[in-house]
């Protein structure tokens, strides 16, 4: 186990080989904090597996990848790095997926126009950014294997909760 690795206190260990040089590489280039970098690379697997698939711990207990990750720290401290270097190769495969739904979208008007009616496109994604809960709900009807709400602030994760809410919000109930 390297210094950095015993020092931070996070368990670099648990990773294969890649991951942990990811983590190490980044730690002495760019200075992320091991526990920052480690637990963002957990939320990045955790968002690219979503529900396809689960672990049978033992009979009767079976786990899905599900995580709450905030990286807390003083400001300044080189939290929100990390994060955007784990997430973005998440974000770059939805931005792909949006502009190649919004191909297929154009087609799918195109051709209810020309009157026949093909099955209406849907928009894959695992992440989603500043989206209202009844926005996510509609989300997760084209991606059944789950979503990564990501926001770079966890005042923004907090202020979601009621955010364009009409009757309420999710604050209080």
């Not at 995580?67 to 003083?74: D, P, R, W």
């Not at 191909?103 to 026949?116: A, F, K, N, P, S």
């Amino acid at each position: 186990m390297k210094a950095e690795d015993k020092s931070s206190g996070f368990p670099v260990n648990i990773f294969p080989p890649l991951i942990k040089d990811i983590i190490r590489e980044t730690n002495a280039a760019f200075n992320y904090p091991v526990p920052y970098i480690g637990a963002s690379i957990l939320c990045a697997i955790a968002s690219a597996i979503g529900n396809t698939c689960c672990l049978k711990v033992k009979s009767g207990w079976v786990e899905k990848p599900v995580l709450y990750v905030a990286l807390v720290g003083n400001p300044g401290s080189v939290k929100s790095h990390p994060i955007r270097f784990a997430m973005n190769p998440i974000i770059e495969r939805d931005i792909h997926s949006r502009q190649e739904y919004s191909r297929r979208l154009e087609d799918y008007r195109r051709q209810m126009r020309d009157g026949t009616y093909p099955e209406k496109p849907k928009c894959r994604q695992r992440i989603v950014q500043d989206v209202t809960m009844e926005g996510i709900c509609k989300v997760l009807e084209d991606n059944p294997a789950g979503l990564c709400f990501f926001c770079d602030e966890l005042i923004g994760w907090l202020g979601s909760m009621d955010k364009y809410r009409r009757n309420g919000n999710d604050v209080n109930k």
